[in-house]
């Protein structure tokens, strides 16, 4: 017989990030600038 793994219950982690890894994902995000055109996206990271 098969066995239904959704049934399971998900573990749930405590996961903390590094201040740096926060900072970088804001400071990435904060930079990221996504230009659509006709049928095209352009991603543009302005440092």
């Known amino acids: 017989m098969a066995k239904i793994y959704s049934k399971k219950a998900l573990a749930s982690k405590n996961l903390k990030p590094k201040k740096e890894?926060?900072?970088?994902?804001?400071?990435?995000?904060?930079?990221?600038?996504?230009?659509k055109t006709k049928g095209k996206s352009f991603d543009?990271?302005?440092n």
């Open 21 to 35: 890894v926060v900072s970088f994902l804001l400071n990435y995000s904060q930079a990221l600038t996504v230009v």
């Open 44 to 46: 543009i990271i302005a």
